[in-house]
């Protein structure tokens, strides 16, 4: 679940996923702007139905900050099924 995720921030980036790091902090990546903070909330919906409030989103800092709420998510729901 990890890469898939690193994978798709690369895509909606614009770089290679190598260079996404999980003590990197998401904001700070030349491409980031407000698209990019749109596309992020989308994919996490579509890609791992996980809706996030845009003041939870605010609170987090970096990648891994992001993937946590996703596999926290996917975690609880897998528990419940």
Do not use: C, G, P, Q
């Given at each position: 679940m990890e890469t898939k995720f690193i994978d798709l921030l690369a895509d909606?980036?614009?770089?290679?996923?190598?260079?996404?790091?999980?003590?990197?902090?998401?904001?700070?990546?030349?491409?980031?702007?407000?698209?990019?903070?749109?596309?992020?909330?989308?994919?996490?919906?579509?890609?791992?139905?996980v809706q996030i409030e845009s003041r939870e989103f605010k609170s987090l800092v970096y990648v891994e900050d992001l993937i946590n709420v996703v596999s926290k998510t996917c975690y609880a729901f897998a528990t419940v099924v």
């Open positions: 909606i980036l614009s770089v290679d996923a190598n260079i996404i790091k999980l003590h990197d902090k998401f904001r700070e990546y030349t491409n980031w702007d407000s698209l990019t903070y749109l596309s992020v909330i989308a994919m996490m919906d579509e890609e791992f139905d």
